[in-house]
């Protein structure tokens, strides 16, 4: 009766069963890379299940890079498959030298970006922009962190592209790639030279894109963007030459 209530479980979830308790031996160090595993018999025979059931779970295992089936010589184990490393995962916003690397990234959508912008940009898309060039400088104004206020604004200048593919590009890095504690180490960012600055290249990408000027949108862009890697240099430089 065991027996039988035993064999009438669903092979799908034998198949399941084995493999994961196979996976977990592997993971654990049981069957090590290079060794093989028992044959197709004894693990039959040590988890009470079919042949079948067997060859289905050793094949799971080989879907995912666990094992390789050797012809005439058995199943062996493989080395763990290295995770994959997906765009963007990796990046350190500590590190002057990545944010850099955005940065060029960067100009090379946004500069299109703006002038799309320019070209296509609705009243309530504009009434946006603008909105956050405020905010970046009132932020700017009191002294707080402005990292999140000048995302948005480049998010609400990508939104005016009416392209969704630019603001998922920018959504994808993150408001990391403006962080202003790398600048604030090196230079006041609460200066005025700093503010003023800033407000002039914002300024100059606001009001280009306001007169539909998609060839002076795309200039400020690139001058913005340009400035920001020159800024961020100077304090790698500076940051080399106090070692």
């Known amino acids: 009766m065991q027996h039988g209530a035993k064999n009438s479980r669903p092979a799908g979830n034998l198949v399941t069963r084995v493999s994961e308790l196979l996976r977990q031996s592997i993971q654990a160090g049981d069957f090590k890379p290079g060794e093989k595993l028992p044959s197709e018999a004894k693990l039959t025979q040590a988890h009470g299940v079919s042949r079948t059931v067997v060859r289905e779970a050793i094949a799971a295992l080989r879907s995912e890079g666990l094992v390789e089936a050797r012809q005439g010589a058995g199943v062996f184990v493989l080395e763990a498959p290295q995770p994959e490393i997906l765009p963007f995962q990796n990046l350190d916003y500590e590190r002057i030298s990545s944010v850099i690397e955005l940065l060029e990234l960067r100009t090379a959508v ?47 200048i990508a939104d005016a592209a009416n392209n969704p593919r630019f603001r998922e590009f920018l959504s994808m890095i993150g408001s990391g790639v403006i962080p202003r504690a790398a600048l604030q180490a090196g230079q006041d960012a609460s200066s005025g030279n700093y503010i003023a600055k800033l407000h002039e290249e914002h300024s100059e990408i606001i009001d280009a894109i306001s007169l539909g000027d998609e060839e002076a949108a795309r200039t400020a862009m690139r001058k913005h963007l340009k400035g920001s890697q020159a800024r961020y240099r100077a304090v790698l430089r500076r940051s080399q030459s106090n070692l």
């Open 110 to 156: 946004e500069v299109e970006a703006a002038a799309l912008a320019a070209l296509r940009r609705s009243p309530q898309q504009e009434e946006r922009i603008i909105e956050a060039h405020r905010e970046v400088m009132r932020r700017l104004e009191n002294g707080g962190p402005t990292s999140d206020a000048d995302f948005a604004l480049h998010l609400a």
